[in-house]
């Protein structure tokens, strides 16, 4: 994680994320999707793109995890 910070990494895109989610989401903006095909997958999510940057500009903890499939869904990730 500290090399994709280094290298100014502002988003983490996967299919899935495991436990490790609450860490990803102290330093990245986590974004689940359903696609495979990963030209499908840049279009929706350039499709949905003002509301990854309205998450980056309004940081004031954790950020929160986008769920892209038809829409898009932002929710928390609980800490426990």
Known sequence: MDFLKEK???VMVSMQFGKNVKRI???FI???IYSENVH???D???KHMHWILDEWNEKQ???KL???KSGILKSVIKKK
């Open 8 to 10: 100014d990494v502002g």
């Open 44 to 46: 929706v999510m350039n």
């Open 66 to 68: 986008f769920t892209i």
């Open 25 to 27: 989401n102290e330093l």
């Open 40 to 42: 499908e997958s840049i």
């Open 61 to 63: 903890t954790d950020y």
């Open 30 to 32: 986590p974004i689940i």
